[in-house]
Nanobody, 119 residues
Framework: QVQLVESGGGLVQPGGSLRLSCAAS????????MGWYRQAPGKERELVAI???????NYEDSVKGRFIISRDNAKNTVYLQMNSLKPEDTAVYYC?????????????WGQGTQVTVSS
């Protein structure tokens, strides 16, 4: 089992910045990747950014050049630096970690943190 605790959401004006943090604990040695998803009202949850450990970093097209995902191995924490925020970035952001075991993917989720971009 993996536990994820998020922090860093809030209200910000358009053009502003926020940094989200996600601290992982538990069976972290089994994690194959970590990332951030978001869900806006009335919309499906979508992938924002992901680190596939030892392989790649990927971003959703609308956040490329504005968001940066990073990882601090010593703290077992993943960050999402969000710059040049737009009203359409408003959503609940969820941290995700996943592992593959015997051909099956297991996903773990944080509790979600609200990000509101508004003037």
């Amino acid at each position: 089992q993996v536990q994820l605790v998020e922090s860093g959401g809030g209200l910000v004006q358009p053009g502003g910045s926020l940094r989200l943090s996600c601290a992982a604990s538990g069976s972290i040695f089994s994690i194959n990747g970590m990332g951030w998803y978001r869900q806006a009202p009335g919309k499906e949850r979508e992938l924002v950014a992901i680190i596939i450990f030892g392989y790649s970093i990927n971003y959703e097209d609308s956040v490329k050049g504005r968001f940066i995902i990073s990882r601090d191995n010593a703290k077992n924490t993943v960050y999402l630096q969000m710059n040049s925020l737009k009203p359409e970035d408003t959503a609940v952001y969820y941290c995700n970690a996943y592992e593959w075991q015997r051909g099956a993917r297991y996903d773990y989720w944080g509790q979600g943190t609200q990000v509101t971009v508004s003037s």
